[in-house]
């Protein structure tokens, strides 16, 4: 076990250090993926497999708990998983570079498009309790309001253009880029998996039967269709109290998380010759084949 990590990821909710000491077991799951790029869907997707019915023993988030996650103190978490009998599935925001790589385990990396990840990224936004965040994070209350946020389509071109550090903004769209890049790096490796968004929402089950090959689940032809409904958008937004990943009441409304799961939310707020400078600035964030394979233009090998 290591006892430093390649790269430390820390901010004011999140410490990917917790992952150091964590008791991997074989057959374990760990879900890393970017904001707003397929999380809870993955984790529902992996759980549904594992349990084989759509009546999971515990809500989402308690079966599959976010682990560098400040709101829960970190031994609740290594308890909760310790108490879990089956293979178990593990969250996690942070690119592989910033949590333990073990061998026992399997690591799946969703991607979305970049745009529609940050348009769901800004209705989210919209949807948090800040000041019960601050409260369960220690923050102290901002002495003057925050300022008002501009309109998505504003709001998008800015995101477009920032540049900072990606290690210091995961969210950002050098942050999104350097955690997908590091992932297709990593591609070739028998316990890494990449996944792309727009195939869930294409081929569903197609997907979840591929996963579970690559998981080494055994699915009864019977039971597919079952699971298959339970992993729809639909069935998970209807199941949204138990599904939802806000066990600590963050969420203004949980019903809110599921708003659209489609694609296509970004394209279509912006122009040609914005699409063409998204475009211009991924070219120096990426490399060709991941930016093919990222908004489609080819299948991953």
């Not at 076990?1 to 999140?14: A, H, I, K, N, V």
């Not at 925050?146 to 540049?163: G, K, M, Y």
């Not at 707020?269 to 060709?288: G, K, M």
């Amino acid at each position: 076990m290591p006892d430093e990590l390649p790269t430390r990821y820390r901010s004011s909710e999140e410490d990917s250090g917790r992952w150091l000491g964590f008791p991997f077991r074989t057959g374990d799951i760990v879900i890393s993926t970017r904001s707003k790029a397929g999380t809870t869907w993955m984790q529902m997707i992996c759980a549904l497999m594992i349990h084989q019915t759509p009546d999971l023993p515990l809500p989402l988030a308690e079966l599959s708990p976010w682990l560098d996650w400040l709101i829960t103190p970190r031994e609740k978490i290594y308890e909760q998983l310790a108490a879990q009998s089956q293979r178990r599935v593990i969250k996690t925001h942070t690119p592989l570079d910033g949590i333990v790589l073990d061998p026992r385990a399997t690591y799946i990396v969703v991607g979305r498009h970049p745009l529609d990840a940050a348009v769901s990224l800004y209705h989210q936004g919209d949807n948090i309790n800040r000041q019960r965040l601050r409260q369960l994070t220690a923050e102290p209350e901002p002495e003057l309001p925050s300022p008002a946020r501009p309109p998505v389509h504003e709001w998008l071109v800015e995101w477009i253009e920032a540049d900072p550090d990606p290690h210091e903004a995961l969210d950002s769209l050098p942050g999104v880029m350097w955690h997908l890049s590091d992932a297709w790096a990593r591609r070739h490796e028998a316990n890494v998996c990449l996944v792309h968004f727009d195939d869930l929402c294409g081929d569903l089950e197609g997907e979840m039967r591929r996963l579970a090959g690559l998981l080494e689940i055994t699915v009864s032809e019977e039971a597919w269709p079952e699971l298959v409904e339970a992993a729809s958008f639909e069935s998970m937004r209807a199941g949204v109290d138990r599904i939802s990943p806000d066990p600590s009441g963050v969420l203004k409304d949980k019903a809110a998380f599921f708003r659209r799961g489609t694609s296509g939310a970004g394209l279509e707020l912006l122009s040609e010759d914005e699409v063409a400078r998204y475009r211009a600035r991924l070219s120096h964030l990426a490399a060709p084949e991941v930016l093919a394979w990222l908004h489609r233009d080819v299948q991953p090998t």
